[in-house]
Every structure is written in C-alpha cells, then in structure tokens.
Nanobody
Framework: QVQLVESGGGSVQPGGSLRLSCEVS????????MAWFRRFPGEGREGVSR???????KYTASAAGRFIISKDNVKNILYLQMNNLKPEDSAMYYC??????????????????WGQGTQVTVSA
C-alpha cells in the first residue's frame, strides 16, 4: 500500500502555471501506475494523466500539450506541471495509484489509493 499527499494547488490567473506535487510513502511505489484526476463541483472525478512503471505517460485531450506528468523516484514525488491554465481547469486535483495501469481513458475505479486533493483555481 501507499499513502499519497498532494500539494501545490492555489489561485492563478489564466495563462499562468502551477506545479502539483504528490508525496508518496509506503510500498515500493516506483512499480505502481500513478495518475492525476480532477473533480469539478458537483461532478465525478475526471482523468487528467497517468505515468506507468516504465515512465510512459498518457494525457487526456484537455491536458495534452499543456500539462506534463513526471515522477522523481529518489524523492518519491509525482508531479503535474500545468501550463497555460484556463478557468475551466479550476477543480480539485487528486493523485491516485494502483498496482497496474488498466484502462484508457482513465477511470477512477481502476485506482485503489488516493490522496486528499489540492484545489486549483484559475481566474482573472
């Protein structure tokens, strides 16, 4: 099992950038499938990006070209660099992990470990 703690959220103007971090502790997480999801008010969680044990990454259409997922296996941190942020990116962002990468598009039911979330607000 792993424990996940997100940080790095905040308020930013449109066009700005934020880097989210997810500190991972517990099991040998480098072999896990790691992902970022987000939740808009009143809706379910939406997949953003994932990175597998080999470092291969995938992005949803809304994130491709603007967001970059990465991991530091020494510091035990998963990152999400978010650039050119838009008001529609405003959401609670969650880090997720599971033993395998299953389906694409991302589905939250495929991940059994979750962080508590960090809020991102994009507004002028």
């Amino acid at each position: 099992q792993v424990q996940l703690v997100e940080s790095g959220g905040g308020s930013v103007q449109p066009g700005g950038s934020l880097r989210l971090s997810c500190e991972v502790s517990g099991d040998a997480w480098t072999g896990y499938c790691m992902a970022w999801f987000r939740r808009f008010p009143g809706e379910g969680r939406e997949g953003v990006s994932r990175i597998d044990r080999d470092g291969l990454s995938k992005y949803t259409a809304s994130a491709a070209g603007r967001f970059i997922i990465s991991k530091d296996n020494v510091k035990n941190i998963l990152y999400l660099q978010m650039n050119n942020l838009k008001p529609e990116d405003s959401a609670m962002y969650y880090c997720a992990a599971d033993y395998w990468c299953y389906n694409w598009p991302l589905q939250d039911r495929d991940f059994r470990f979750w962080g508590q979330g960090t809020q991102v607000t994009v507004s002028a």
